[in-house]
Every structure is written in structure tokens, then in C-alpha cells.
């Protein structure tokens, strides 16, 4: 299966394990992922609240691009990127004069014909969770994850739509036939906070706080993410929320590329497991899992 | 000679002695190789019936005219399209199923009389034999392929063998699966323009003889509408737009109902090509509201009748 | 273009039932939303009383585009003439078409009581449609 | 000779701003046949009228145009006019230059261009015009009531109290609907079932009225006065004028399910009554559960059965009856919440509806009247309702308010803190709807007691322990809040039924986006359908409450008495007719025909000196409604429409055209 790809900056900063891990598990199914040639940002996090223009036109470039590249549709895996795309690609074919706007300020012709999709999505749907479990050699057992999909990878629905919006499973399903445990916990799709990242470390805590002690209450000892910004709020502002919740959480954040790639018979470092704030690997080796 | 046409003539003289028949219609030797309408009324007459490629025309129609003032029974040669026909009439009320007499003969189809005339002079005789036809024209005796000289509507036929008779004739012919549209795949791959400007071609020529309409078996209205002043539906002027109205009145009031006779088209003098119209409608009745093949009478015509479901593209 | 080519107006004869989509239009009227001046309605009880041969009347005539508004399928106040109005435009527009007229001079439209908008709405569209195609000649008297 | 009067309305200004009127006139007088044109600043106002009037007897005017409204408006006013001047009123055509053109256009030479095309139309239609004569029909006094809710009994009551027959079919085996299942009804907290009961009864005892329960009506043909409808009569496998109602039978039966009228927190047997007060008090048996009908063995009921009333071979009976008017008042469902996956309904036993709250509470529910929380049967000590639970809610439910459920929450809150002392409640809310008479204050009485309101919407439910934790937003204190519940009560919107749209078809009546039943006219005629003779009552034309739904079955049974009251109806005389002279008589205009209002007739005709008999088509008018979808069907043109004939239509279109 060949996808044209879209990394988005976070997958080559912050985000970096993220990628690897991407590549990794892309490799071990037989995904060909074609990066998209002469991307650029798609705007996420800033431009939608500080410029519409630039948060129309930013997206619709590198539409456009993919489009012109004869590509259909555009993967990603950040789910910020997706989201910005997929409102944006929603937003132009929903709204003739949006894509006149964006086509005028961008020079390109986007006609509206690409669709963005997530990697989770092409996991769940087009690859299948039989043939991720068949390609499994090393279960995850006694692994209890809490799959936390934040609030922007399955909203709004209108422009996402490939899962629940309440209760989303595809990551749950994956994490399944990876070998590990789900638990069933309530705040799957609650805010961690992440836009305030930086400028409101103090909202930030608080919030986080809140995903990781009902993730602890469910029983979990673990959570898995398909964002790099949940995962850089719950993984970096892990300390400040424990703090703030006057607890300890020491809650490992995976991505859930990396516990697939796990499940693959990964080593850790390729799958940049060694570069969390909150050390992942102790709880794979108590596990014997590593 | 046709192995059975001894034995028809048998069954014909027969049902002319039964009590309560008025009339038996089929085909007699006419003047010039033709072979004319019939109408046989003792059952002596029986012998000069005849039946071979000549007999170019179309016998469902005469019933409308024997039935009239009439109460006796009616028997009627029909080969294929002629025994669509005459269920067409049954179907649209005009004569009862009851009183007709159908007797089905298979048919390979007729022959283009002016165009065997025009290439091998005045004709005397035309008469099948096995798979060639034997001419007799200008003194000599020609054998043909009959698939040079058949009549268009022949080529095609979608009914070779007469359904729904009371008695047949002959061996039975299997019928194609569908019936053949690609004349008006062909016209509908044009740009509209053209196709625009084909049809202007066609219908400027058009004399308004109605003689489509008197040879239909689709239309045995008993007042036309095209003829009636009152309300104006045609109006009388003889303008190109008024000729494309006609055409598609006509075209329009036997959609769904037309048998694919092809007679309409065989007896224009102008030569339009009147059953690419009909064929049209049929083709998109067919696929649009999934008659299996239009051009067989059903219960009730595809017009008179609906599903909730139907193709929706008018939202 | 001269000036003149460029002050054109279509013509558009429209047919609306008088339960929905002759109500629609009232409703538009109530409401005040504007729409092009275009648009000629003839009330009739149905869509299903609309012979397809008025429509080639209204080419004949002069019209540059024609509309045959009804209630929605389901919701006709006859209960079905718009089926029967359905099935017999099907074919009237393939016909149509077939004898070389663009596809975009007639339109049917399921437009109900309450659609006031959509009514509004379809008129600019097929206003600004008929623009783009221009007058139609073919099929009208005086024109051939 | 015609001579027509054109009549220019200006609409004050509603018209004159927009169209050149003077102009309009000026034009006018120029078309064919027309001898007086004149101008009103209010056509329609008595002044307005009495010119016509006038003007029909000075100017000899046989056909009158009137240019000013749409005709759906005062079509019916100005034939009254030409009525009152001794012209018949078919002779009258208007021309719509407000709603389809002053209203609608602002180019004044545009809209002044578009009127005299519309003149132009009238006065061509007109001219074509011919005298129309209503026919009667005779009214078959009986009627039927589909639906025995409080809405159907109440109609079903006031018709059978003014002397006329009426049938009253249910689906469920009792009468009683959903106000049978409540509690207490706010805003003066009687007892539902006290003053429903006595009501059923009357229903069932009145000797005009016979209940036809556990049946449905499955065809409806005919027309107003004169309905053919076919309902089927479930075989309730009982003969119930043998059954004493005992109950021995249902003690017995060993086959166990959910009881559906306790929406499945209580239990019934195959055979069964819903609820102790049903009517008919007399069992049915579920075929789907019994064990004899599933297995061929059991007959247990019928052992214990002392009356000997258990007639397990019982068939389903299609009867047909006329009607002169049909009342539909098929009630509402409630919203399938399922999609609000953060409310968490199904996942936690404690989260509940209103209805099943009210299922609690009663005292003949299935706690008894205790309040339990389903998942442990302790008393719950923290209530919190949410409100708008798939009302107003575009995105997963509907878009529309249910207008009950502000103070159905408030009486449960109120009664929830009159039964459990020292419980608290909370009600998340939009914005809290009391317009009715005690309701205000009513709400008032809920927070007085206790009960909090929070302004803002529920964002998640979930479990945490024994406890459901709220997760909602306070919008008057921007602020998000979160209450430990011990019970989460959702005010499910109501819905129409699921099936709402195939009675409407059935019927030959419309229904709304949300498949709510259509009302003629929403404020003048709001109890009445578009098809004559079907009427509705209660929450099938949209949610309503008791006291209006009450109001609505009162209302719908006086139009029911308003056309039982005329031995005759005039039918419109504008109706399909035949010309037999040109018919054929294929009968193709037969299978279009809704009404059944096409039959074949045998005529005699003289031609070259026989006389010929032939069949042609015949209209019934007092069947026919002038759809005119046959004339269509008709290649002649020989069925015609009478008013909206193909001489008028075709004239019309070349007048409009440019």
C-alpha cells in the first residue's frame, strides 16, 4: 500500500521518536509512505487562532501540493496536522468561496480533492487489525494501557469522522492485538491542555492531572498517545501535574507506534524509547517485555 | 416454399368453418412480387394465402377496423413483431384478447422491396429458400443473400418469434437477451450541437403525413390529439419547432408502449429515422426503471405506475 | 459583448405545485428574500399534471430554461403525483437532451412548503446558470 | 363575448413600491378582451371589494383578474365576491405580483416587466375560464381515532358525547398511551393514573364508542365522508368476553420478559396485561414469547383458565369499515439517547430517563414507589438531570425544543426531595422553558425545595466507584463543575414514532423533517391535514404536554362534529372530466389515479348508421381531488382537468413566455 505522507515539523522535533517509530512500524507492515515533496507547516496550534488567512491558506498549500501530485489522500500522523488539514479540506469543499480565498492566497489551484487521513485510520481500516496482530512476535502482555486520544484527533466529527468522538476504538483495538490490556476509563477524549503548553504551564498541570489520575484509577500503568502534543503535556508536565495533585503518577507515555513497533520485535532505541522524560523503559523490563 | 404454410392454410380453413368467426387476416400474392394484406372471410380463401419475405407490411392494426361494430372472433397471422403488436392493442383496451384468433409464423426477417427492385429490375416473386432468398426480377431468377437486401428494422430484431398465439407454426426462435441500442449509443456520443443539428435535418423534412401514427401500434387513439385544433397542443403553422413537437409528442405518447415494430420508420417517404426516438425512450426506460425488456406489453405500462425508491435527481 | 448581450435576462418558465412548491415561493415572498426576476409561475394543482409537453411549448414559446417544482417525494398532497411526475421526467430530460437541448434548460426540483430558501436559491442558480448558456434558440419559433 | 376585468391591487405599498401599478393598468386595459381595469389600494378590503362588485354589474364583466396576493392567500375571499355579484367563482384568476414579485424583486422596472407578464397569464387563463359547480357528497357519520392515548380518548369522548359513532384503535393491547405510565402530572401534581383511569373507562363503557385494541389500520382508502379503511385485529388468543380477568392465567405462565410498559425494570409474563388499570382489563398473549406457540407444548394458561377463555388458535382479522372522518393521534417515542456515548446510558444501570424515573416513582411500578438506584437498589442521595438530552441539539438529535421536559424535570425534582429527605439535585439546563399557566411557578417550587439549577451542559458521565461523577460546565459562573451522582436522570427529547411517516403515507397526509404530522395552516388551522376529513390530536403534530394535548383531541373532535354536523359535503368542482367523444378508453389514466376515482363505462354511439358500444373513462368527482395526474397519462388530452385544463395551461405558458 503506497500513501503519500505528510511528517509535519513536531515528527522531526519533539516529536521525534514519533517518527522513527512511524517509519518502523510502516516498514514492518509493508506501508510505502511517499513524503510529500516541498511541505511546509500546516499551521497547527497558532495560526487558526491568531490568523485566518494564514490558518486557510497553510493547509490548503500543501493540499494543494499532494493534490497536483495526483494524490487523492494525504496521511499524517500528528494528529494536531490532521486536524488543521482535515478541517481546512473540509471547510474548502464545504464552502466554495473559502477555496477561492485560499487558492487566490496561495497561487495553486486546489480543486478539493484530497482527503487527509490520520495513520490510525489507515492502521485500523486500511491495513486491519488482523493483519497488525498477525504481524505481532512479541505480545504485550500484563501491559494495562489507557488509549488517549485527546480531543483533537477524532473532532470535530464533521470534518474527522473515521471514529466515535465519545468513545473511539481504533487505538484500543490496535493496543489489543498488540497483546496488551485496555482499560476502560472516561477520559479518553478530554483535553490535556496542550495549546496553553507553554504560555499556561499552570492550566496545563491542572489539566493533565486530571487525564493521569483517571488513567491511574482505571488501573492503568501506562498511557499510549497518537499526538505529539498530548504526549509532550503528559510526558514533560508530568512532574509539574503530579505536583499540582500532590501525587506521583510515573506514568510512561507511549506513542502508539512505538508499542506496536514493540510488539513487532523492535529494540527500544529504534523506536526512540530511551527519549522520554518519564523514564518508559523501567515498566517494559519489569514486564519483561524488553 | 415453406415446409408448413400447407398445413396454415389447413388450420385457417378450419377456423373460417367454425361458427362465429368474421374474418381471418393474413398475407395473398399481390401485383409486382408484393404480398398484401388479406382479408379472408370463406373458408375457400384459405388456399391463396401466402407468406414470404415480401409480405413487408403489418396486420395488427386491420383488427382495429374488423373488431369495430363487430362482435365475431378474429384470426390474425402474426409473425413477431406483429403478435407484440397485437398485445399492445389488448393491453391498451382496443380489442379483447378473447376474439382474436393468433396465429404465430417464425420470421427471418423481410425483404427492402424498393431495394431489391432498384438492383435487379421489376419484381415478379420473392420466396424464401432455406437460408437464401429466390428472386424472380426482370425475367430472371436471382438467388440472394437475403442480408443485403433485408429491411433495416429486421436487422435487429429483437422478436423474431411471435409470443402469446393460439397456435404456431414453424420452429421456434430463441430471442436476444436485450434488445440492441447501440444506434442510440451511437447518437448520444455526439456534442449536443450536432446532435441538435442532426435532429433539425431530420425533422425540417418531415411532411406531417402522420403516417407513423396511422401504422403504430402504440397509437389507435380514437381521436388524436394531434389532430384536434382545440386544444392546440400542434397548432396548424408548419414551422422546423412545430415539427420537433410532433416528433416529440409522438415520440413521447407511445414511450413505454412501443413494440419496436419498426413501421413507423419503414413508412416515412421522408425517411426520419422515427425508431431511434422510440428506441431512445426504451433504452432509458429499460435502465431507469428496470423493465427487462420495454418493448413486451406489461400488466401496467412503465408511466402508469411507480416505486418510492425510483432513481432520485431532483433534489 | 456588446451592452445589450450584457443587460440579457433569462426567461424562466417555472411550474409549481400548488401544495408545496407554489407555497415555497409565497413562503420566499413572506420571508422578503430576493431572487433574480427571472422566474414566470405557472400554478398548477401538481407535478404530476405537468404535461412534458408544456415544456417544449415554453422552448417553443420563448423560455430560456423551464422548471417543474413539486413536494418531495413522499410528501406530494395527492400523495403520489410526484412519483408518476418523477418517472415521467426522467425520461423528459434524457429526451431532451437527446434531441440535442443543453441539459441545464430544464429542471426539476422537489421544493416544499417550507423551503422558501431553496426556492430563492434554486431560481439564482438556474438564473445564473441560464446566464452562462445564454438565450435558448433551439426549438423556438422564429428563431429557425 | 368575455369581458374581463382586471383588478390592480396596490397593498398599500406592499406592491406599488416594488411595481409600477399605473403602468400595470395602462398595460392591462391593452390586452385581449379586457373592458375595465382598475386600481385599489386594498383589493381585498370591503371597499376593495365592493368595487368589483360594482364593476361586474356596469361593466358587464363575465371574467375578473385580480393582481394582487398570492391566491393561496384570498383566492377563496374574491370567489366569494364574484359569488356575492352573481358571477360564478371559477370565473375569478389571480395574478401573484406580491409574494412571487414585489416581494421578491427590488429592480423596479424588473418587477414592474415580471407583473405584466403575470397579467398577461391571467388574463389569458381566465378567457379560458369556464362556470364550475360544487358537487356534494354525502357524510358517513362515523369515525375513527387512531391512536388511545389521553389525546385519542379525549377525541374519541367528545365525538361519541355529540351522538356520533366512533371507533377508537390501539396497537397495544390497553388504552392509556403514555400518559398511563406517569406518576403525577405537574404543575398540580394529580396522580396520572386518578384522573386517566376514570377516562379510560368512559372510553371503554360508552355505548357510541367501540375500542379496538391490540389492532392497527393497514389501508386507507376513500375520501372525506366516505373512508374505507382496513384494520387488522390482532389475535389476542383470548376471548375476551369470556375472560373474567382473574389473572390466574398470567400467575401461571412460565414464559418471562421485560414489561415493556415499565420500559424493562419490571418483568410480565407471554400472557399478560401491561399494567394492572389497563383497558381492556383482559390478557393478550405474546406470540413471540409463548412457550406453546414457540414449542407446540405448554397450555398451562389455558389449564388454569376457569372461564375457559384461552383460544390459543385465534387468527388476525383484516376487517373494513367506512368512516366519514379519521383523527390521528399516534402519540410520540422517546429519543434513542444511545448516541450520546458520554452520558454513558447502557454502559451504567444508573444512569436512567425520565420515563423510567416515572416508572419508579409509581407506586404501582415496579419498586413499588420506591426510588432505588437500579444498579444496587440502595436510595439514591445525589440526583442530577440533564436536560435537552437530543432536544435542541442540531448535531446528534433534533433541532427543535420538546417543551415538556423543563417541568417534567422540575415535578421530578420536586417529588424526588418530597420522598427522600435530605437528597440533593442538581439540573443542568439551557435555559429553563415554563410558559403555561402554574408553570413558572411551579419551577420556582423545585428550587425552593432544593433543587439546584446550573446552567450549562453535561460534557461526560462516567463511573467512578460506586459513584457517577458529572462532569458539566456552569456557564453563568464560567466555571466547570462536577458532581458525585448517585443517579443521572436524561429528559430525552420526544420523537415522532418511527413509523409516523408510513401512517402518513397510508393516510395521504404530510409530515415535517421530523416526521411529525403537518398541520393545515400552523396558527389557523392547527388541528386540520391538507387531506380533508384527517384530523390530528396530541404530540404526533409535534411534542406537546398533557394539558394541550388534551386540548388538541377536544379540538380535533369539534372539527370531527363541525363536518358530522352536515348531512352533505360540496366537494371542489375542480376535478378531472372525461370527454368520451375523444376517449379511447385504454384506462391508462386508471393506475395513476390515488383515489380510485377512475371506473370504465359502457357508451352508445351512432356511426355510419350502427350504433357502436365502446368503453370510456369516467371520473367520480366526489372521489376525484384534481390531482390531474391522470391528464397526463391521457395521450388525447381527453381527461381533462376542470380549472387547470391543457387549453388553460398551454395558453397560459404562451402569454408568459417573452
Known sequence: MKYVYYPGCSLGGTAREYGISARAVNDALGLEFQELADWSCCGASSAHMTNLDLALALPVRNLALAEAQGARELVTACASCYQRLAIVAHEVNTHPRARERANQLTGADYKGGVTPRHLLDVLGKDVGVDRVAARVTRPLEGLKVACYYGCLLVRPVKATGFDDPEDPQTMDTLVKAAGAQVVTWPFKTECCGASFSMSRTDVVAGMAAAVLSEAKAAGADCLVTACPMCHSNLDMRQSMAARVARTTFNLPIYYITQLLGLSFGYMPRQLGLNSHFVKALPLLRRLRLV | ?????????????????????????????????????????????????????????????????????????????????????????????????????????????????????????????????????????????????????????????????????????????????????STV?????????????????????????????????????????????????????????????????????????????????????????????????????QELFDVQNPFVPGEIEPLGKFRAEDREEFM | MSVGE???????????????????????????????????????????????????????????????????????????????????????????????????????RWISGSEGHKFATVIKEMSAALERLGPNVKLREGAL | MKRVGVFLCWCGSNIAATVDVPALAEYAAKLPNVVYVEQNKYTCSEPGQEQIRKAIAEHRLNRVVVAACSPRMHETTFRRTLASASLNPYLLEMANVREHCSWVHQDRAEATAKARALVRRAVAKVQLARPLFQSSIPVNRRALVIGGGIAGIQAALDIADSGHKVVL?????????????????????????????????????????????????????????????????????????????????????????????DLGLGQRKAIYVPFPQAVPNKPVIDRDLCIYFKTGRCRICQRFCTAGAVEFEQQDVVVEETFGAIVAATGFEQFDHAVYGEYGYGKHPDVITGLHLERLISASGPSDGKVKRPSNGAVPETVVFVQCVGSRDEAKGVSYCSRACCMYTAKHAIMLHE????????????DVRAAGKGYEEFYARAQELGAQYVRGRVARVYQRGDKLVVMGEDTLLGAKVQVEADLVVLATAMTARHDAQSLARTLGISYDQNGFFTEAHPKLRPVETNTAGIFLAGACQGPKDIPDTVAQGTAAAAKVN????????????????????????????????????????????????????????????????????????????????LGFSNEQILAEVDAICP
Open chain 2, 1 to 181: 416454399m415453406t415446409a408448413w404454410l400447407d398445413a396454415l392454410r389447413d388450420h385457417v380453413r378450419e377456423f373460417l368453418s367454425e361458427p362465429g368467426v368474421d374474418v381471418f387476416i393474413g398475407y395473398r400474392a399481390g401485383r409486382r412480387g408484393r404480398e398484401v394484406p388479406a382479408f379472408l372471410t370463406r373458408p375457400e380463401q384459405a388456399s391463396g394465402l401466402v407468406l414470404g419475405p415480401a409480405a413487408s407490411g403489418a396486420l395488427a392494426k386491420y383488427v382495429l377496423e374488423e373488431a369495430a361494430g363487430t362482435t365475431g372472433r378474429l384470426g390474425v397471422l402474426a409473425r413477431g413483431c406483429e403478435a407484440l403488436s397485437l398485445q399492445r392493442l389488448v393491453r391498451d383496451l382496443r380489442v379483447e384478447r378473447e376474439r382474436l384468433h393468433v396465429v404465430g409464423v417464425p420470421c427471418a426477417g423481410v425483404a427492402d422491396l424498393a431495394k431489391l427492385e432498384a438492383s435487379l429490375g421489376a419484381l415478379e416473386k420473392v420466396e424464401s429458400c432455406g437460408e437464401r432468398w429466390l428472386v424472380t426480377a426482370g425475367g430472371n431468377r436471382h438467388d440472394v443473400d437475403p442480408s443485403q437486401f433485408m429491411e433495416e428494422r429486421c436487422r435487429d430484431c429483437a422478436s423474431p418469434w411471435p409470443q402469446q398465439c393460439n397456435i404456431s407454426f414453424g420452429q421456434a426462435v430463441m430471442s436476444p437477451a436485450s434488445p440492441d441500442y
Open chain 2, 185 to 285: 449509443a451511437a447518437l448520444e456520443a455526439l456534442p449536443a450541437d450536432e446532435r441538435y443539428a442532426f435532429w433539425i435535418r431530420q425533422f425540417e423534412r418531415c411532411l406531417r403525413c402522420f403516417a407513423c401514427r396511422q401504422v403504430c401500434p402504440a397509437c389507435s387513439c380514437v381521436e388524436c390529439s394531434l389532430d384536434l385544433v382545440d386544444p392546440p397542443w400542434l397548432g396548424r403553422e408548419i414551422t422546423v419547432p412545430a415539427q420537433a413537437m410532433f416528433h416529440y409528442t409522438r415520440a413521447l405518447h407511445v414511450a413505454g408502449r412501443c413494440v419496436d415494430c419498426g413501421q413507423c420508420q419503414k413508412v416515412c417517404p421522408v425517411g426520419i429515422p422515427v425508431a431511434l426516438l422510440n428506441r431512445k425512450l426504451a433504452r432509458d426506460i
Open chain 4, 562 to 641: 363541525n363536518l358530522f354536523a352536515k348531512e352533505n359535503l360540496l366537494a371542489e368542482p375542480t376535478v378531472a372530466t372525461v370527454n368520451e367523444a375523444w376517449c379511447s378508453g385504454c384506462l391508462w389514466c386508471k393506475p395513476t389515479c390515488p383515489y380510485r376515482a377512475i371506473d370504465s363505462k359502457t357508451i352508445s354511439q351512432r356511426q355510419v348508421g350502427k350504433i357502436l358500444t365502446r368503453q370510456v373513462a369516467t371520473v367520480n368527482a366526489g372521489l376525484c381531488q384534481g390531482c390531474g395526474a391522470c391528464t397526463v397519462a391521457c395521450r388525447t388530452g381527453a381527461m381533462n382537468l
Open chain 4, 169 to 261: 384503535v390501539e396497537r397495544e393491547p390497553t388504552i392509556g398511551g403514555r400518559m398511563a405510565q406517569l406518576d403525577k402530572t405537574f404543575p398540580t401534581l394529580d396522580c396520572s393514573s386518578c384522573i386517566l383511569t376514570p377516562k379510560m373507562v368512559d372510553a371503554a363503557q360508552h355505548e357510541n364508542i367501540q375500542l379496538w385494541t391490540y389492532s392497527e389500520v393497514e389501508e386507507v382508502g376513500g375520501y372525506v365522508g366516505n373512508f374505507q379503511v382496513k384494520i387488522r385485529r390482532r389475535a389476542t388468543s383470548i376471548n375476551a368476553s369470556a375472560c373474567t380477568g382473574c389473572g390466574a392465567c398470567w400467575e401461571k405462565c412460565p414464559a418471562k420478559t421485560g414489561n415493556e410498559f
Open chain 4, 419 to 430: 420522598k427522600i429527605p435530605g437528597v440533593s439535585t442538581f439540573v443542568f439546563y439551557i
Open chain 3, 6 to 108: 450584457q443587460s440579457w435576462k433569462p426567461t424562466i418558465v417555472a411550474f409549481c405545485c400548488n401544495w408545496c412548491s407554489y407555497a415555497g415561493a409565497d413562503l420566499a415572498g413572506t420571508s422578503r428574500l430576493q431572487y433574480p426576476a427571472t422566474v414566470r409561475i405557472i400554478r398548477v394543482p401538481c407535478s404530476g399534471r405537468v404535461n412534458p409537453q408544456f415544456i417544449v411549448r415554453a422552448f417553443q414559446r420563448g423560455a430560456d430554461g423551464v422548471l417543474v417544482a413539486g413536494c418531495h417525494p413522499g410528501d406530494c398532497h395527492y400523495s403520489t403525483g410526484n412519483y408518476y411526475a418523477r418517472r415521467r421526467f426522467l425520461l423528459a430530460t434524457r429526451f431532451l437532451e437527446y434531441l440535442g437541448i443543453e441539459p441545464g434548460r430544464l429542471w426539476v
